[in-house]
């Protein structure tokens, strides 16, 4: 459990990373969205390869998997709406204007984006006894921009630096709580559930990318990010083709 809670630190620390890269300088919109686009196929790949694929592996049929997919969907899309009325519409921005929400809202929205990865990533540990790679840099990356463009947002709004920095640590802290726990709560559980869980963060993670992050960059990448996106889920494939 505890190498778990780590990797899933690690994979939380972007959000921090983003937050104190946008201390030093906010990256260009493009640079940005070029970013989340290489992010959004790096996740694609991993729903595909290390989710989807490994949950029909592990259960050897498609109920749980297949049930697993839409009430992940089901369940962000739920959240996502709920998040978005409480005035946390785009949680990744990039326009560095102040986020028409509270404190306890930014925390849901991203606790909603992140905690299914994390949780995976103690999961495909107690599976495989290893973090697969390329999970973790899908996670790794997708973090970042969101840390960028909601700490620039936070910061316009009159945040200080220490309030922003507690908040993504405290966010960064759940997920590798989230990451143990999916290790722990898991171990011995059938086949069937482990399926269902890894189909269910799939069909989570595909519904954010559907619905955020690709929109998103590509409003701010134009057409370019189409090739960003297709180089991201190349290298993720190779590497989750490299790691057998």
């Known amino acids: 459990m505890a190498e ?33 686009g290489f992010g959004s196929g790096v996740l694609l790949s991993a729903v ?3 989710l989807v694929e490994e949950a029909v592996d592990t259960a050897g049929q498609l109920q749980s998997v297949v049930a697993g997919i839409f009430v992940g969907t089901a369940v962000f899309t739920i959240g996502d709406t709920a998040v978005s009325r409480l005035g946390y519409r785009n949680r990744k921005p990039i326009h560095g204007t102040p986020p028409d929400a509270s404190p306890l809202t930014i925390v849901l929205g991203a606790l909603l984006d992140g905690l299914p990865e994390s949780a995976v990533l103690g999961l495909t540990l107690l599976q495989t006894g290893s973090v697969s790679l390329a999970m973790f840099a899908a996670v790794l990356i ?4 969101e ?10 709004g009159g945040w200080t630096r220490s309030s922003v920095v507690s908040l993504w640590s405290g966010i960064a802290l759940a997920s590798a709580l989230a990451a143990g ?7 011995g559980a059938s086949t069937d559930v482990l399926a269902f869980i890894l189909a269910f963060a799939g ?3 595909l519904t954010m990318l559907a619905t955020s992050m690709m ?21 993720a494939f190779v590497i989750a083709w490299l790691e057998g």
């Open 4 to 36: 778990a809670f780590l990797w899933g630190l690690a994979a939380a620390s972007t959000l921090l990373l983003g937050a104190l890269l946008t201390e030093v300088r906010v990256p260009a919109k493009r640079t940005l969205g070029l970013v989340m």
């Open 48 to 50: 595909a390869y290390e």
């Open 142 to 145: 997708s973090n970042l921009p």
């Open 147 to 156: 840390g960028i463009a909601a700490t620039a947002g936070l910061r316009a």
């Open 181 to 187: 726990l999916g290790y722990a709560a898991l171990d």
């Open 203 to 205: 069909g989570a993670v």
């Open 215 to 235: 929109p998103e960059a590509y409003e701010h990448a134009g057409r370019s990010v189409g090739v960003l996106t297709v180089l991201g889920f190349t290298l």
